[in-house]
């Protein structure tokens, strides 16, 4: 697996325990998860900038 899919994976898990946290008022996981929503917006810019890069390169 690249470094790609693995931060993909990771950043997906970390959206669902927010929406979980959200969802269902589980005051501790909300939190944390909204301590953590600079990391979740840079590690979703980097999948997106490094997947709009392989798909230029992949294009030339």
Do not use: H
């Amino acid at each position: 697996m690249d470094y790609l899919g693995l931060v993909a994976i990771i950043l997906g898990v970390m959206l669902l325990l927010l929406g979980a946290g959200m969802t269902f008022k589980i005051e501790i996981l909300e939190m944390i998860m909204q301590s953590f929503m600079g990391v979740i917006a840079m590690l979703f810019g980097l999948v997106l900038l490094l997947g709009g890069a392989m798909i230029v390169k992949d294009d030339q």
